[in-house]
């Protein structure tokens, strides 16, 4: 799966996709600075963390899940990040 989300967030969605589902587990994925961005966006809603929820617990029930994360974000914002992300590929 393939989410709009910067790579650098990987490191910590990738511990909680590994991790035993607790709620102290979503809350430390919730405390990285994704989710702590003052302008918050669909990429970092509760539906986001719910999906990922879901992703994690089908990793514990032995399901292969990968998550590929990508953003773009060249000199001009708008169109040119639409444009860097359409030549995107995993």
């Avoid at 302008?39 to 089908?58: E, I, K, P, V």
């Amino acid at each position: 799966m393939a989410l709009e989300l910067t790579p650098a967030a990987k490191s910590g969605i990738e511990t909680f996709l590994q991790s035993a589902g607790k709620l102290s587990d979503r809350k430390d994925l919730l405390s990285g600075s994704l989710w702590q961005q003052s302008y918050q966006d669909g990429r970092t809603s509760r539906a986001m963390a719910d999906l990922l929820d879901g992703l994690a617990r089908l990793r514990r029930e032995g399901h292969s899940v990968r998550v590929a994360l990508f953003d773009a974000q060249p000199a001009g914002g708008g169109q040119a990040r639409e444009r860097a992300m359409a030549g995107w590929s995993s």
